[in-house]
Each structure stands twice: as C-alpha cells, then as structure tokens.
Nanobody
Framework: VQLQASGGGLVQPGGSLSLSCAASGSSFSIYNMGWYRQAPGKERELVATIFSSGGTNYVESVKGRFTISRDNAKNTVYLQMNSVKPEDTAVYYC?????????????WGQGTLVTVSS
C-alpha cells in the first residue's frame, strides 16, 4: 500500500482545511486508517482513526472540530479540519494499518504541512 497525503497549506485561525490521503493497491477497505501530526519539537501524535468497520475516534483536543471519513470506492481517507487553532500547526501524516494473526501491516504516507496563522 502506498499513501499520498495532500491538502495542507496556510489557513487562518478559525478557518477550515480538508486533507486527503489516497491509497494505491487493493483491499483499501480492510485497513484501518489514521491521521497523525507532528509539530516542531514535539513527538508525533495520533489525531484521528477510522476503522475498517467505519468506527472513529479522536484525540480530545480535536473533538468537535475535526472529522475523519473514508471513501472506499476512491481508496481515500479525509480529515476535515474546522475551527483550526495555531496549535494545530504541524505536519500531518496518514497511516494504514491492520493486524491479523501472526502479522502486522503498517504503512505511512509522506506528510503534508498545515500552518495555522494570521
């Protein structure tokens, strides 16, 4: 699986931005997908996950502001970012992962930079 993230850029505080992560290869729908971010000088953190079942979870700091979704027909996962704050500034990465008995599959896309600034 190869992942290509896009959609980053400069956005003003309170604004919105939508990130996309397109996956190549087959069987996209069986993968759990995650968005992570890494701010300068900080460790990478999990922002949101959408499971193959469609269930989602979010880090507390983005609940109510960010929405993760997926379109299995397009092999794409999205992160809609609303009411952004300067502390959302980071490089955002997507990840595809799944575990089966005896094996773990884990793939990362390249990052896309989101800068929240006036």
């Amino acid at each position: 699986v190869q992942l290509q993230a896009s959609g980053g850029g400069l956005v003003q505080p309170g604004g919105s931005l939508s990130l996309s992560c397109a996956a190549s290869g087959s069987s996209f729908s069986i993968y759990n997908m995650g968005w992570y971010r890494q701010a300068p000088g900080k460790e990478r953190e999990l922002v949101a996950t959408i499971f193959s079942s469609g269930g989602t979870n979010y880090v507390e700091s983005v609940k109510g502001r960010f929405t993760i979704s997926r379109d299995n027909a397009k092999n794409t996962v999205y992160l809609q970012m609303n009411s952004v704050k300067p502390e959302d500034t980071a490089v955002y990465y997507c990840r595809a992962f799944r575990r089966v008995v005896g094996a773990t599959y884990n793939y990362w896309g390249q990052g896309t930079l989101v800068t929240v600034s006036s």
